[in-house]
């Protein structure tokens, strides 16, 4: 009797089709149907049986959701596995006690695996064909988890670009009828496909049907209205002109959607660390790592701590950078604590600024929607549900991002490939020789390199091999225990250590059953570690888990120095940690900062933990913290570079202090003191979303008219004005100075009064700004404060000078002279540029030069970029430009436009745009003016604002605005302002770029 081979066919796209032998098989629970289809989609993983519960039946209790869960396997299995496989046939189902996936090795046919396989380099139009053909609509039609939403996107872009490239080798080949069939049929997909639709216009054209290439361009523009709101695209418009005009020549091919990019100045590809040490072997690993990422959007390296999962990321990722145009970037979750920073952190790895009322996460998600570039992020594991989220939304939305991820446990994304990182490859009882033990296995290799490093004069000898292969075995070539090991080599034989090893495994895996033996081993070459070390040692080991993001000696002494420790005894024990791998060195320039590795962080804040003195530790790292900030508040205000780089770097324990303080009520008064010191920094920084949360939260109750609560509110309310504008910060800056006026505190009064000043010019109230502003003035003179009183001078000649006052000059140099006096070099800049735009508004464009030059050096020496794009800008308008020179106005706003984008300074952003609809009329090109001009318009509405809010700027506006209108007809002037009017940010952004900066 001849044997029966089970096949399973498997049809996901635009339908749920189940086939075993030809004959269909009946699946009616819909919760079966997307069980076996997440199966099938994330085939090669095995899923933890509470994670599928919870996925699957998320509202009801975990006893029902697992029952649901067997159910529904039982089902799928009798349905599928009706008859006992072959032995030449592998079941469907892995399945044990803890787990269940579905078994690759198995005879299945899936068509989402054929649609999504990678093609050769050089394929045929009939191998194209062959593939797209199973692709029949959208995945899972009818089904709309997040999960499957998530890999709908996926796999239908996977199409798109096949389908693209399709279209592009049959017009090659010249076959219009293959060419009208495909395009036809994508278009009838959905998504409007604008390379569908050029494709139909070139193939009806090649046919001479000219009336239909019209008819196709008709539907494109209006599926395009229709569904999106917008017109077809540049390439669309101009194929449709050449079409009409008869000027397509041979080759035809189908134009490619231009991509202008956001800036043209080179990017810096990567911020990948550089490690001190050697990177050992992996050469398999990094290979097979990087074939996954060619072929998915998502890489999670999986493992214990201490396994290797952030060098062989660092490794992949260096590999791998020259393959992606916008670079690799690096983001370390380690030091977070508070899963609410995420979006934060990447954001400011990315230098990607937060937008006025836009949330962060919608930031990241617009400035990575088009880039082609690979995220990493380390240490997902403390933080799993909000790097889930984040991973989530970010590959939604950004087609050609990848990320790879290192994390303990996997991130439950759909679409995830897991990589479960191997230990080293460690040697059999009996090597054949000392070369082969060297060369051949990456644990010993790793070994002896270290050990060389902590003492020189160790090599491997036919004497210790034995000993090197038993210790190398024993910790089953777990990265960090072989280093930890090695660290050893210094004051016991290897010998030694491989015996203490041994006894040390054997007390740690009787001790826990439930443990995974690569856990079970890296405790035991920690607790070894740890067993080694006095008992001063241990202590001050324990206390330095209390640190975030790494500390300095300052803080160690300053924080782990209590009873038994003393200060002199700090540095000793602290050198010891290092020498014993226990605590890591980085050097910054001429700083000093140390680091625990997260695996022994964790393992000594356990300790730590299990001790009377744990909330005492922390009470005593809040309060040196807290004292950090206030020490360095008055360099914070005035954005002095040493004291923001010293808040930089401790930025995450002011974090840690922040969340420990809030924990408890007695705490209320440092949390707010954290809080409002911190507020120079994070607004220097434009870290409004986290200035905004940690203010919120520190927030004494309302029915507590204090001065915490006055402050408080007030710094909450300039967050909120800068995220915003003026709407509800305006409420909360009026209870605020009501109360500090009650308080009789002329400080913060006079602070009040100057935000509140603010409010009132942007909402075009200038009378009320300037009483503000001079109110302000008034009692920085009477406190003799240059904090104040600069910042209210500067304010009001900024009304002045809008008002056309003639004091405005002269209110501005005396704020230059306080600025001067006190060294304030973030408000000299600042005094700077306004005496260049109030010299200029004057006509005198010599002193305005001055001026502007002035304040561009200065802003260079700190660094300060927005500065920069604003001053570089004002001088091309209102100078060199004024002065004739179009081609250096052109390039200086440019420039100053680069730097905005980079900085995500859109009202900046929007400036520019304006001027360079100015430079285009100096060059007499009305249409580009009118277009940019009109684009500018409708974008500063978008943000709330208005050019009228600024009225030198308003003047030029409406001058090139009357000159562009005279000098075209009324008919081409209007369609071209309607066009402007309609241009997104970034569309006006890629018009801004397209002109050539050599017209004179």
Not at 13 to 21: K, S, T
Not at 265 to 276: A, D, G, H, I, Q
Not at 474 to 495: F, M, N, S, W, Y
Not at 699 to 724: D, V
Request: glycine share 6%; with cysteine.
């Amino acid at each position: 009797m001849s044997e029966v081979k089970f096949v399973l066919e498997v049809r996901l796209l635009g339908q749920f089709d189940v086939r075993r032998d030809g004959a269909t098989i009946a699946i009616p629970s819909r919760a079966a149907q997307a069980f076996l289809a997440y199966l099938l989609l994330s085939i090669g993983t095995t899923h933890r049986r509470e994670k599928l519960a919870g996925l699957f039946w998320p509202d009801t209790t975990e006893e029902t959701a697992r029952k649901n869960l067997r159910n529904e396997l039982w089902r799928l299995r009798k349905t599928i596995e009706t008859e006992t496989p072959s032995k030449n046939s592998a079941s469907y189902f892995l399945i044990d006690e803890i787990s269940i996936g579905f078994n690759a090795a198995s005879d299945y046919w899936l068509d989402v695996s054929v649609v999504q396989a990678p093609l050769a380099k050089q394929v045929s139009v009939d191998e194209f064909v062959e593939t797209l053909s199973h692709y029949r609509g959208e995945l899972l039609p009818g089904l709309y988890d997040d999960w499957v939403m998530l890999e709908r996107e996926r796999v239908r872009a996977v199409f798109e670009q096949k389908i693209a490239r399709l279209l592009e080798l049959l017009v090659e080949e010249k076959r219009w009828q293959e060419t009208l069939d495909w395009g036809e049929r994508w278009i009838s997909f959905g998504q409007t496909p604008e390379p569908a639709y050029r494709a139909l216009m070139l193939a009806h054209n090649a046919k001479g049907d000219k009336a239909k290439v019209a008819l196709t361009y008709q539907r494109c523009a209006t599926a395009l209205q229709s569904d999106l709101g917008v017109n077809p695209s540049k390439e669309t418009q101009s194929l449709f002109e050449q079409l009409t005009k008869d000027e397509i020549t041979s080759p035809l091919t189908i134009p490619a959607e231009s991509k202008s990019p956001v800036s043209t100045e080179p990017s810096k590809l990567t911020n990948l660390p550089v490690p001190l040490t050697s990177f050992i072997g992996r050469e398999k690993e990094i290979a097979a790592i990087m074939r996954l990422l060619n072929k998915h959007r998502l890489v999670t390296l999986t493992g214990p701590g201490g396994v290797g999962k952030t060098r062989l990321a660092i490794q992949t990722a260096k590999d791998s950078v020259e393959k992606f145009k916008d670079g690799v970037w690096w983001i370390d979750f380690a030091p977070l604590s508070d899963e609410n920073l995420i979006a934060q952190v990447v954001a400011q790895a990315l230098d990607v600024r937060e937008s006025p009322n836009q949330p962060l996460i919608e930031s990241l998600k617009n400035y990575l929607r088009e880039k082609q570039l690979l995220l990493v992020l380390d240490n997902c594991e403390h933080l799993i549900s909000a790097s889930a989220q984040l991973t989530h939304d970010l590959l939604t939305h950004c087609v050609n991002l990848r990320i790879l991820a290192t994390s303990r446990e996997q991130l439950g994304v759909m679409g995830e490939i897991l990589y479960q990182v191997p230990t080293l490859s460690v040697p059999e009882p009996q090597p054949p020789t000392l070369t082969d033990l060297l060369m051949e296995y990456e644990s010993v290799r790793l070994f002896v390199e270290r050990a060389s490093a902590v003492k020189s004069d160790f090599a491997l000898t036919e004497q210790n091999a034995a000993a090197v292969l038993k210790v190398c075995r024993q910790l089953d070539g777990i990265p960090l225990a072989l280093e930890l090991a090695a660290a050893r080599t210094k004051l016991l034989t290897v010998e030694h250590i491989a015996e203490r090893l041994n006894d040390r495994f054997h007390l740690l895996t009787q001790g826990s059953r439930t443990a995974l033996p690569r856990q079970q081993t890296l405790r035991a070459a920690i607790d070894w570690s740890y067993d080694l070390l006095s008992t001063e040692a241990r202590i001050l080991f324990q206390r330095l888990s209390i640190f975030a993001g790494g500390f300095t000696l300052a803080a160690t002494e300053g924080i782990c120095s209590d009873t038994p420790l003393t200060p002199r005894a700090v540095l000793d024990l602290l050198t010891r940690l290092v020498d014993r791998s226990l605590v890591k060195v980085e050097r910054q320039g001429n700083i000093t900062r140390y680091r625990m590795l997260e695996t022994t962080r964790e393992y000594a804040i356990e300790k730590l933990q299990a001790t009377v003195e744990f909330e005492r530790i922390r009470d005593r790292h809040l309060s040196f913290f807290l004292g950090f900030v206030k020490r360095l508040e008055p360099q914070l205000r005035r954005g002095d570079e040493i004291g923001m780089r010293e808040m930089e770097a401790e930025h995450d324990n002011v974090r840690a202090a922040l969340d420990w303080s809030l924990k408890f009520d007695k705490q209320r008064d440092a949390a707010i003191g954290l809080a409002g010191e911190t507020f120079w920094f994070w607004e220097l920084r434009g870290m409004w979303s986290e200035a905004r949360r940690w203010l919120e939260t520190s927030l004494p109750p309302a029915e507590l008219a204090t001065p915490s609560r006055a402050k408080l509110l007030l710094l909450l309310a300039a967050t909120i004005f800068n995220q915003s504008g003026p709407g509800k910060a305006r409420g909360l800056m009026e209870e605020s100075l009501a109360m500090w006026r009650e308080l009789q505190d002329k400080w913060w009064v006079s602070f009040a009064l100057y935000q509140l000043g603010w409010v009132d010019l942007y909402d075009r109230n200038l009378n009320a700004a300037e009483s503000r502003f001079e109110e302000c003035i008034q009692l920085a003179r009477e406190l003799d404060d240059d904090f104040l009183l600069g910042r209210g001078l500067h304010s009001l000649g900024g009304v002045l000078r809008r008002t056309h006052n003639p004091s405005a000059v002269a209110v501005l140099e005396e704020g230059l002279l306080v600025a001067q006096r006190s060294d304030d070099k973030g408000m000299i800049v600042d005094q700077l540029y306004h005496l260049g735009l109030a010299e200029s508004s004057r006509g005198n464009i010599v002193n305005a030069s001055k001026r502007y030059e002035e304040g561009l050096v200065l802003a260079r020496e700190l660094g300060n970029r927005s500065a920069i794009a604003e001053i570089q800008s004002r001088l091309a308008v209102d100078v060199v430009l004024v002065q004739g020179d179009i081609a250096r106005a052109d390039a200086l706003i440019r420039e100053g436009l680069k730097l905005s984008i980079t900085l995500g300074m859109h009202v900046e952003i929007v400036f520019d745009l304006m001027w360079l609809g100015l430079v285009a009329a100096a060059r007499e090109d009305y249409p580009r003016s009118a277009q940019l001009l009109s684009a500018s318009e409708a974008l500063f509405e978008k943000l709330g604002l208005s050019v009228s809010a600024w009225p030198d700027r308003a003047n030029a506006f409406n001058q090139c605005v009357s000159r562009a209108r005279s000098e075209l007809d009324q008919t081409t002037f209007t369609m071209i302002w309607s066009k402007g009017r309609v241009m997104t940010l970034e569309q006006g952004i890629a018009y801004a770029f397209q002109s050539s900066i050599s017209q004179t």
